[in-house]
């Protein structure tokens, strides 16, 4: 026998994709690529030329990550053979050999690098190292929350499955007093999404020695899952205006999106902050980092980075929009995502506040956070990352000014918990609103929370003193509206109380309202009522304001809100009222039925239906479909629907993965956009 014929050669790698991805959480990952989490060992079989002898034969492993890898940054590791198993750290063992095949187990530290590794296996005859094998397809290193010295460690089983596996989600919209929900397919073991997570990393520049670190992964991500720098993922939009793209609310999942965007390689159209947390979520959870989608009503924009939102008002009780830098958006969605901060002292790790929406710029870039929860509830706002901006955000006072015809402002009225209300994510194991506020704050008005806004207060950019108002004997209290369908009249009710013991009260009442986008923007003035009322001493009134449905027909926004502006002054006192209310008109549920057991990719049938409430046409109607284990994603066109019309759409659909499934399926129109609706069931062998 030939010098070169004793010489062994690896001829395969079997890579037991089942075996490890069940050991691994990583089964439902629709890749023919091993999937694995760090920290964690797992286990290859290679086949030989030859049968294994130990007294002259071995193997050297070695992974390589990205381009020009290198020992020095973690991107190229040379795995040694270990005689036992060694916890947190790079090693193998060979387990068993039988002939030409030898089965080995690998161990990973809890802190490599995330990526895509080439493994390549070098056989050894007589310390001869002569033939090298490398694996088709790349091995995926992920984060791993199982691991607990791994940075994401998430102690609770339940919670893990979640913020992990969970790959059907929900967000919140509305206002703190009328909120909504649609429904999100994540689509985070769908190839597209990692590919798309590894892309961006690379696209961004971020050093591979930072692969490791979930602070800065989540931190580079959030700025290219917005379009404002290096052509990320979705563009922002909230003009209203969305020619050339989709309106944000006939996106239904993240699926679409990151493939339209890995096909293109160009800024998706078009998103706003729902979207870009649905991405969000789809990536970290992609990559094993828990993470949720968070909904937070009333949320405030500060700009100025004073802690307050200020509005401005003239005498007539006019908005003073020419003035306003800040903004109380109705909601605002973005994620928490899960880990530990060495960065920060101990204590701040768990969950952190991210926003890949494009509306604030951090180091040069549009980002926020990660931002410990903690620190911001404190009111720490010295930590990193932009934790003053999210402090303001939840926990910020709003400011009424009354500017007068030579520019001179005085406080009307100050609130100290408007901000920040019913803040929103979906339950642990099923679908339904939790409410985390206690995450974000302590309980309005308690000494706790008042010492924390004193404590953030202490780094602003700029101090003022606010006082509020002298003694009041006139109350003011806004009623809420109640709940009405799009295309019904509602009423405005503010309930007067004169606390004067002797005194009729005279005063005026001006109410101004708006349709408005739900990030706060005035869109149409749809009435201005100024009326004069008397209240006699200790006695209570109403002041009554109805919209019709003639008054807002042709000027609600996508996301059918309005907002009511009210001034109120009592005459012969300095005692002044102001304050505002917002109100989302109700739509109507997308009825979703498919059968309650489908068959592994056989065609099933999906009937979409509900009733245009609107007494008018609607039209460039849309469908969309997603869902987890069908195949594909599907957008359908659809005829005019008549006013008050039924709607019906019969479609077909094939089921790839068997299991229990939900799908979510949205309508969108140009006079009723964003419909949604979702049904379960089972996919069976």
């Not at 937070?296 to 306003?324: Q, W």
Request: charged residues 25%.
């Amino acid at each position: 026998m030939s010098g070169e014929d004793k010489l062994l050669r690896v001829t395969d790698i079997n890579i037991k994709k089942f075996a490890n991805g069940r050991a691994h959480f990583t089964s439902e990952y629709e890749v023919k690529n091993l999937v694995i989490r760090r920290g964690l060992e797992f286990h290859l079989q290679i086949f030989l030329d030859k049968p294994f002898n130990e007294s002259v034969h071995d193997f050297d492993l070695q992974l390589q990550l990205g381009d020009k890898p290198v020992v020095s940054d973690g991107s190229l590791v040379d795995i040694p053979r270990v005689k036992s198993a060694v916890l947190d750290d790079w090693g193998f063992q060979v387990t068993q050999s039988d002939g030409t095949t030898v089965n080995i187990t690998v161990n990973t530290p809890a802190d490599c690098l995330v990526g895509k590794y080439k493994l390549i296996i070098t056989a050894i005859t007589e310390k001869v190292k002569d033939h090298k094998f490398q694996l088709k397809d790349d091995i995926i290193m992920l984060f791993n929350p199982w691991c607990k010295g791994d940075a994401v460690y998430l102690e609770d089983e339940e919670k893990r499955k979640e913020y992990v596996l969970e790959d059907m989600n929900e967000y919140y919209y509305g206002s703190s007093y009328h909120s909504g929900r649609s429904f999100w397919y994540l689509a985070q073991f769908e190839p597209v999404v990692l590919e798309c997570a590894f892309y961006l990393l690379k696209l961004s520049g971020l050093s591979r020695s930072h692969y490791g670190n979930p602070i800065q992964i989540v931190r580079t991500l959030s700025s290219l899952l917005n379009s404002e720098e290096n052509d990320g993922v979705l563009v922002g939009n909230w003009t209203g205006d969305y020619t050339g793209g989709k309106s944000p609310t006939e996106w239904s999942g993240s699926e679409a999106i990151f493939d339209e965007y890995m096909k293109t390689k160009k800024p998706v159209k078009f998103g706003q902050c729902f979207n870009f947390a649905g991405l969000g979520t789809s990536a970290f959870r992609a990559l094993g980092i828990p993470a949720r989608t968070v909904t937070t009503f009333d949320a405030g924009r500060d700009k100025d980075a004073s802690l307050t939102i200020d509005r401005y008002y003239n005498h007539e009780g006019d908005v003073l929009s020419d003035m306003e830098k800040d903004f109380i958006w109705n909601f605002h969605v973005w994620n928490d995502v899960w880990m530990t901060r060495p960065d920060m002292p101990d204590g701040y790790g768990g969950w952190q506040a991210l926003d890949p929406c494009p509306q604030e710029l951090s180091a040069g870039l549009h980002r926020c956070g990660p931002a410990s929860l903690t620190a911001i509830k404190r009111g720490h706002t010295y930590f990193n990352y932009d934790t003053l901006f999210w402090f303001a955000a939840v926990n910020g006072e709003e400011v009424d000014w009354i500017v007068d015809e030579n520019g001179k402002m005085k406080v009307s009225d100050i609130d100290s918990s408007s901000i920040g209300k019913k803040i929103s994510t979906k339950k642990i194991g099923s679908f339904g609103r939790e409410d985390i506020t206690e995450h974000y704050k302590f309980t309005e008005g308690t000494t706790e929370e008042r010492a924390a806004v004193l404590e953030a207060s202490k780094y602003v950019t700029k101090s003022r003193q606010l006082y509020k108002n002298a003694v009041k004997d006139v109350k003011f209290v806004i009623k809420p509206i109640e709940e009405a369908m799009v295309g019904n009249d509602i009423v405005f009710r503010l309930k007067i109380i004169n606390q004067n013991k002797e005194e009729t009260r005279k005063m005026f009442v001006t109410v101004t309202c708006y349709s408005v986008r739900y990030t706060g923007v005035k869109v149409h003035k749809i009435l201005k009522q100024k009326d004069d009322m008397e209240v006699k001493a200790e006695e209570k009134d109403f002041h009554k304001v109805k919209i019709s449905v003639d008054d807002y027909r042709d000027k609600l926004t996508e996301s059918a809100a309005l907002t009511f502006f009210v001034m109120a002054g009592v005459f012969g006192t300095s005692q002044i009222f102001s304050g505002h209310y917002d109100f989302v008109f109700n739509k109507p549920g997308l009825n979703v039925e498919v059968p309650e057991k489908v068959k592994y990719k056989e065609a099933f049938e999906v009937a979409l239906s509900f009733t245009n409430p609107l007494a008018k046409k609607l039209e460039m109607c849309v469908f969309t479909v997603e869902s987890p284990g069908i195949e594909g994603h599907m957008t359908i066109k659809y005829r005019d629907v008549e006013p008050n019309g039924d709607i019906l759409l019969r479609v077909k659909m094939i089921a790839k993965r068997p299991g229990n499934r939900q799908l979510v399926a949205t309508f969108s129109s140009e006079q009723l956009p964003g419909i949604t609706g979702m049904t379960a069931f089972e996919v069976v062998q």
